[in-house]
């Protein structure tokens, strides 16, 4: 089979390279996928990328965690009736050395996750990180119906699931943007208001939105926002934070006032009963045709080096790998 990979020691390192490997068999309780899209998110470039002290796990990986495609044969223990299902895949290559951006994948059957009739490839493959980051961001702390939710930065991957599975959970939903082409994708997605953070007063327009603040808030650059943050949120309100900080960040004092939470969200070692709920929530949401696909940016296998670039690079919308 066809695969994009990539060395972890050696001259190089991180530089991926398209590369013929066996096809995989699937062993005991997994099945093997034949995968038509691979996603890619940014937690793919930055493990690539990654300088680290400990010895690698694997000496080579095919990176990429979410993708979509059709089970065409089952291990030991799975229900034959799985082959020629359509499925979206999720935490692929979590400690494996084997992701999507390959013609074939045997993972875990409890990864390959049901696609409903309606839900296409392009949308499966957009799934997994993002959805069920936002999931958790969300829903964490117990049902959302009538809560007033901000979501910050709603014209990204997390950011934009966030929106629909908000809506779909009865909040309120606000979203922060940085550009027209962003504002749109925010208010496609359900946004009842959205706010260009360049050229508004954000704190002024959430207020008069929500006089008594906003009672959860999905955060994805905490320590540049932790200021607005802490000026529109709730008494006891909560902000979840799913990404990275790069730089140091203080708490005000209103936040200890606000008897407020700052909660962190790394969808990888989030509890396992969280992640089957998150699994759950989103397939019933995908069913009833609430979540949809961003915009796509896409790319051949050939070019799994320009699609992860174009990540790195912030490309707007969802980057795609098709794989031939």
Known sequence: MRAAAYATSGPQRGVIRIINLPTPQPGPGEVRVRVRVSGVNPTDWKTRTAVTVAPPAFELIIPNQDGAGEIDAVGEGVAPQRVGQRVWLYNAQWRRAHGTAAQWIALPAGQAIPLPDGAGFDLGAGLGIPAITAHRCLFADGAIDGAT??????????????????????????????????????????????????????????????????????????????????????????????????????????????????????????????KQHAVTDVSAALAAGVLTSLPVVRYGLEDAAGAHDAVQESAVGKVLIDIP
């Open 149 to 274: 939710v901000l979501v910050q930065g709603g014209a990204g991957a997390v950011g934009h699931a966030a929106i629909e599975l908000a809506r779909w959970g009865g909040a309120r939903v606000i979203a922060t943007v940085s550009s027209q082409d962003k504002a749109a994708i925010a208010t496609t997605a359900g946004a009842d208001l959205v706010v260009n953070y360049r050229t508004d007063d954000v704190v002024t327009r959430i207020r008069e939105f929500a006089p008594h603040g906003v009672d959860r808030i999905i955060e994805v650059a905490l320590s540049q926002n932790l200021e607005v943050d802490a000026a529109i949120l709730s008494p006891a309100g909560t902000i979840a934070s799913y990404a990275r900080s790069e730089s140091a960040v203080t708490p005000p004092r209103s936040l200890m006032e606000l008897n407020a939470t700052i909660a962190f969200v790394l969808v990888y070692t989030i509890p396992e009963a969280a």
